[in-house]
């Protein structure tokens, strides 16, 4: 939605993700990424972006406003 609030999650540490991490995510997405998704974010800042982008696409998630 146009309007929709933008929820910004930082998976770079463990202390700012409660262990949904960019490492955790690279063999457990579910457990990682998909845990933040669900959870309502909808900007994810990674130091892994290339990987984040391949998940995106793999679950069927719109990576239009990626930043690069």
């Known amino acids: ?4 609030p933008r929820v910004w ?5 463990d202390s ?11 063999t457990d ?5 998909d845990w933040v998704l669900a ?3 909808s900007v994810i800042q990674t130091d892994r972006p290339a990987q984040l ?9 719109s990576t239009g406003n990626i930043l690069k």
Do not use: K, Q
């Open 9 to 13: 999650i930082n998976t770079l540490w």
């Open 16 to 26: 700012l993700c409660m262990g949904h991490t960019d490492d955790r995510s690279l």
């Open 53 to 61: 982008v391949r998940h995106l696409e793999s679950i069927g998630r």
């Open 29 to 33: 997405p579910e457990g990682g990424w």
């Open 1 to 4: 939605a146009p309007n929709a």
């Open 39 to 41: 959870r309502g974010a």
